[in-house]
């Protein structure tokens, strides 16, 4: 086998079909399938994210990679089915990006970004019609397999597109208060437990408005809550790093106490950006 870095996507493709060789191949990876392999596949997209939000080039280039590996792998177990292999997968999605581009590989013009967004909408409908799907719905083709806050997302903005959508942000703020109330109004029956369902289904109407405010402000849900848990995170560890210095561990500290490192923190970030 050539060497195992010369970027050759056929030693990729040669690598795969080598661990999935019953005859020497590699046990786990012949353990493996579709659904088992499914959540590495989400894991490595999020991992791709991650070193994007980062900055990390570097790390961006291994993550594509292991994103890369996933759908080699998936399309290898394809091919041991009989059903297409990564030729059919590369053919798909150059006519699929041909076929959705008509303003570049075409004869069509668009006038802006969001025109040609218009476009790709109406070649995504009228493929799912040729297909057979019979769903004539706004909402039809999107997907459950999203995670829930982009699927809501979406949902919201194919809802908007047939006008059915907030004028801006203030009455999504002003909903945003009442589903607040609805579910401290939930919280006031006293049993947690016995209220799961209710608490469930008014925290829900919560994020959902939640998700839309974030629509209408075009900011990506999924980047503000990698941000904020960032943010959280730092702000935690530099607790913990105050408190050994004092000599106490932060788990013996009242919440009062814990509330003052973060007050500190605080301060801290605050000192070192105005500087």
Known sequence: MRDMADGDIAQLLAIMAKLR????????????DFSTIAPYTIEEAYEVADAIDRGDLPALKDELGDL??????????????GA????????????????????VFGDMDV????TQTRHWEDIKKAERQ????????ALAGISRGLPEWQR???????????????PGPEPVIAKLHEEIEEVRAEFAHGDVAANHERLEDEIGDLLFVAANLARH?????GAAMRRANLKFERRFRAMEVLADSDGVELSALSLEQQDAYWDRVKLMEGAESSA
């Open 84 to 103: 297409f292999a990564f030729p059919d997968v590369v053919a798909a999605i150059c006519g699929k990006m041909v076929r959705r581009h008509p303003h």
């Open 152 to 166: 809501a997302v979406k949902l919201q903005t194919r809802a908007a597109k047939v006008g059915f959508d907030w």
């Open 68 to 81: 890369l590996l996933q759908v080699v792998f998936h399309a290898q177990m394809a091919q041991e089915q």
């Open 217 to 221: 402000a075009k900011v990506d849900v």
């Open 21 to 32: 060789d019953p005859n020497g191949g590699c046990p786990w990876d012949l353990q493996q």
């Open 111 to 114: 006038a802006d970004a969001e």
């Open 130 to 137: 040729a297909a057979g799907e019979q769903d004539a719905s």
